[in-house]
């Protein structure tokens, strides 16, 4: 979410990198900056380090292929829903795994039958609806 000035929001089970807009309401989340901006509400953890938090080194939120983003201790930080904070918690937590069938392999025979067709195996991924 961009910060607009003069807009407020509403945050929970977030992690926040920055400021939340001033008059904001920010409940069970994770601040890694204390003192930033005026904000609402409580049951957050503040002024937390990187190295704290994830599980993989990093000094931002910036996203980088190959970060996981995972929590180091994961049952510390539970949400208002019960579920742990951050991108793997809630009700639809990440999952790397495309919702758009994403072609994994493919197999192409190189010689033709006598009836003219040829071999083809195709393996799709995707994220299946629970």
Same mark, same amino acid.
């Given at each position: ?36 901006? +005026? %904000? &609402? !509400? ?7 380090? @990187?190295? =704290? ?5 990093? *000094? ?15 049952? +510390? %930080? &539970? !949400? ?7 991108? @793997?918690? =809630? ?5 790397? *795994? ?15 039958? +006598? ?16």
């Amino acid at each position: 979410m961009q910060y607009v000035p003069g807009n407020s929001y509403t945050y929970e089970n977030c992690i926040l990198g920055g400021a939340p807009g001033n008059g904001s309401a920010v409940r069970n989340c994770i601040l890694l900056k204390n003192g930033e901006g +005026t %904000y &609402i !509400g409580g049951e957050n953890w503040a002024n937390k380090q @990187y190295a =704290g938090i994830f599980t993989e080194e990093m *000094t931002d939120l910036k996203w980088t292929e190959g970060k996981t983003y995972e929590l180091k201790y994961p049952d +510390t %930080y &539970i !949400g208002t829903d019960g579920k742990q904070v951050g991108l @793997y918690g =809630g009700t639809y937590p990440y999952n790397p *795994t495309p919702s758009t069938p994403q072609i994994t392999r493919c197999e192409i025979d190189n010689a033709t039958a +006598t009836d003219g067709t040829i071999k083809v195996k195709i393996t799709v991924e995707a994220q299946t609806e629970d």
